[in-house]
Nanobody, 120 residues
């Protein structure tokens, strides 16, 4: 079983730069992707950042140039640096980790989410 825990959310002023953290633990043999999603009230969950096992990243246009995803492989951690946040970045941010467990079985696990509220 794989556990995923996010942290780092909270109340942020417009233009601020919060950093979110995500740690994966449990029966993890390898990780091939770590993603950040967000879900705003009344909206669908959307992908905001992706990083694969080779360190390649991908972002939607809505956050490109403002958000940065990076990871620490050996610690099974991934981070999301949010810069120049706007009110429309207010959402619950979720971490998703995909990989193989020690039985060779694919897993994809979600964290419980962390709230980011952008407000003055």
């Amino acid at each position: 079983q794989v556990q995923v825990v996010e942290s780092g959310g909270g109340l942020v002023q417009p233009g601020g730069s919060p950093r979110l953290s995500c740690a994966a633990s449990g029966s993890i043999f390898s990780i091939y992707a770590m993603d950040w999603y967000r879900q705003a009230p009344g909206k669908q969950r959307e992908l905001v950042a992706h990083i694969d096992d080779g360190g390649r990243t991908n972002y939607p246009d809505s956050v490109k140039g403002r958000f940065t995803i990076f990871k620490e492989n050996d610690k099974k951690k991934v981070y999301l640096q949010l810069n120049s946040v706007k009110r429309e970045d207010t959402a619950v941010y979720y971490c998703n980790v995909s990989g193989l467990d020690y039985d060779g079985i694919h897993f994809t696990s979600w964290g419980q989410g962390t709230q980011v509220t952008v407000s003055s």
